[in-house]
């Protein structure tokens, strides 16, 4: 270790001399001659350049001619980097995009979740909700399977959960964007990564100032202003500057608004970052038309407005036509103050339809992705489903044979209370070719607890729940001849399901099935019977331990155009406290519904252009114990 720790400073010192003597294209030179693969040493030698859009282009060019990936890399995310600074989006997404193809060509997971996360910030300064959240969450997947992380991977997290924060912001869920800014803090203070916590305390006083606290709001504004003057950031200045005068305003303190905001103007024209150079702009035209000084307002508001149009910053273009409207308002131009009124509600239209149909709890979870590892893996899983489907749909014959032998024992059994021999031959009939759709241990569970019923002599109940078991039967059977079904006959199915179930559990589960009313649930298509293995999983694993209070629940909506979420959520003893009695037992039985459900999904979402995801989350109570499993089954639409 100390070793390779005197190799690295050797280097950094190398480089440092050499960039005293070295410039421009000789650099370049050194990079590729020496193979240099440091990043930080590339960045030590060409600190004066990284802004040199000339250099950065000829670095990229003489690295591919040269097969040097650490030179492209590090030009195209330097380019990334200069284009989001001035807020030419499209420039900056495309040039990190490339990086983000070249990090996976080197393999190098480490760039690779940097440079997801600078997509994700670029496309949430564009108010891109859905494509931000993509990137961020990508990135806090990857971060987070890697074990033993180093200082590097833990500020991914950091930035991956700030940024998802910030995404819960934009949302107006407060609350939850104070947790994951929490989180995040985490990190940046085991770090002791200044720069990290100046932009957490930051990310609290939006946070708080959306909670209406604005005390609050200001205490963390100022601290974040505090650290941000120990490392001398003038950007860091600048969003602080703005954000307190904000809350001044909000305070009616129009005068010490007014003060913090023109003291931080001339560093934001330095800077020109125009996201930050327009939010200031419109902080100013706001602390000014609340001072009635009205002239000066309207020139900063325009100012703003200019910026905003000319670079896409859709959420300045909205605040600034809302504050020219008040300001023709008080100028009794009512003409005026309309039309910038009906601007403002249209561009806020045009940010906020896509978030509206973000549902939030999406975010923060890991994912449970299962691909297969290559073409000769599908072909022979392929194969084992074809085999599979063949066998099924020979045995549901026979099941539906035995359904019929069933009833009639059962007919015969409440009149005389007879035949009990002949209908504990039909439930003792093996079962283990149903396991590619329902498990026999269900199938014997549910059979067995309406026999005892017909023993008990309780015939309504026992009639009620054949009559459930057998339409639940049909929809089996039918589901095996179809490739897809509504979700509108699914929920009828899962409903039929879990009413089965409970029957052994005394009905003591409570189950609830929440769906968006917005949902269109008989055009939507879904693999049938695809909930299936994960709410037995919810219950014989969770729930069938548990004493009392036994739920589940499931929520059904739309995350965006493009995809629908399914959450199940049970209250039992979650993955570990299974896996532990799991362990303790002699013998396991292994389910094939998880696996095989991922089967038939991998083939189902072919027909999109999106894939599916399963995501296991562990739920905790307040003295973080182990307080049950939420599964989220995202699904393409379209």
């Known amino acids: 270790m100390k070793t390779r720790m005197f190799v690295l400073f050797f280097l950094l010192l190398s480089a440092f001399t050499f960039s005293q003597k070295k410039e421009g294209t000789e650099q370049i030179t050194y990079f590729i001659k020496n193979n240099i693969s440091n990043q930080k040493i590339i960045d030590s030698i060409f600190l004066k350049n990284r802004k040199n859009e000339r250099l950065l282009r000829l670095l990229i060019k003489k690295s591919k001619e040269n097969s040097y990936l ?20 499209d420039n900056s997404i495309y040039e990190y995009k490339n990086a983000l193809l070249v990090s996976r ?26 494509n931000a959240l993509n990137y961020h969450q990508e990135a806090l997947d990857k971060a987070t399977t890697i074990k033993n992380p180093k200082i590097t991977t833990k500020k991914s997290i950091s930035i991956a959960q700030n940024s998802i924060g910030n995404i819960y912001l934009s949302l107006k869920q407060y609350e939850l964007a104070l947790k994951e800014f929490k989180k ?43 650290y941000n003057t120990q490392i001398n ?45 327009s939010s200031t702009y419109n902080t100013l035209g706001l602390a000014q038309l609340h001072s009635n000084k009205l002239q000066s307002a309207k020139k900063n508001l ?15 273009i909205v605040k600034a036509t809302e504050n020219l409207s008040f300001l023709f308002a008080k100028r009794e131009d009512f003409k005026k103050a309309y039309s910038y009124y009906r601007k403002s509600k249209e561009e806020n239209v045009k940010t906020l339809n896509d978030k509206n149909l973000m549902y939030v709890g999406e975010l923060i979870t890991k994912y449970d992705k299962e691909r297969s590892e290559n073409q000769i893996n599908y072909l022979a899983k392929k194969n084992q489903i074809a085999q599979l489907q063949i066998t099924k749909n020979r045995t549901l014959w026979i099941i539906a044979l035995g359904l019929f032998t069933l009833i009639a024992v059962v007919i015969f059994s409440i009149g005389k209370q007879k035949g009990l021999e002949n209908e504990k031959r039909v439930l003792s009939l ?22 005892l019923y017909i023993i008990e002599n309780e015939q309504q109940k026992a009639t009620y729940y054949l009559n459930k ?50 949902l269109n649930l008989e055009k939507i298509k879904i693999p049938p019977l695809v909930l299936q293995p994960f709410l037995e999983n919810s219950i014989w694993h969770g729930l069938s331990t548990k004493e009392n209070n036994k739920k589940i629940n499931i929520n059904i909506g739309e995350i965006s155009s493009n995809y629908l979420l399914i959450e ?18 002699s013998i396991n039985r292994t389910s094939m519904g998880i696996n095989l459900t991922k089967d038939r999904l991998t083939n189902f979402v072919k027909q999109f252009n999106n894939d599916y995801s399963i995501i296991y989350e562990d739920l905790k109570d307040k003295k973080n114990n182990d307080a049950g499993t939420k599964v989220r089954i995202k699904l393409p639409l379209s």
């Open 70 to 89: 650490e030179g492209e890399f590090y030009g195209s995310n330097a380019l990334g980097r200069y284009y989001r600074d001035l807020s030419l989006f």
């Open 105 to 130: 060509k080197k393999k190098d997971t480490i760039s690779e979740i940097k440079t997801l996360n600078a997509i994700g910030s670029v496309y949430r300064r564009q108010d891109d909700i859905r």
């Open 184 to 226: 995040a803090m985490v990190f940046q203070k085991q770090l002791n990564h200044t720069r990290g916590i100046a932009i957490n305390y930051k990310c609290f006083g939006d946070a708080y100032e959306g909670l209406g606290d604005l005390d609050e709001a200001l205490k963390n504004y100022h601290k974040s202003l505090n």
């Open 233 to 277: 950031s003038t950007i860091g200045k600048v969003i602080c500057g703005y954000n307190i005068a904000n809350v001044l305003i909000k305070q009616k303190k129009y005068n010490q608004a007014l003060k913090t905001v023109d003291t931080i103007l001339q560093l934001a024209i330095q800077e020109k970052d125009m996201f930050y150079l």
């Open 302 to 316: 325009m100012a703003a407005l200019e910026i905003a149009k000319k670079f896409n910053i859709h959420s300045i």
């Open 430 to 451: 093996k079962q283990d070719a149903l396991r590619s759709q329902m498990n026999p241990h269900f199938m014997f569970n549910a059979l067995n607890s309406i026999k």
């Open 469 to 518: 078991f057998s339409k639940l039967m049909r929809k089996i059977l039918e589901a095996s001849a179809i490739q897809e079904t509504t979700l509108a006959e699914e929920i009828k199915t899962m409903k039929l399901y879990l009413s089965i179930e409970n029957i052994r559990f005394s009905n003591e589960i409570d189950f609830t099935i929440n769906t968006d009313a917005s």
């Open 568 to 585: 199940i959520e049970d209250n039992g003893i979650g993955r570990k406290g299974a896996a532990i009695i799991k362990a303790k037992k």
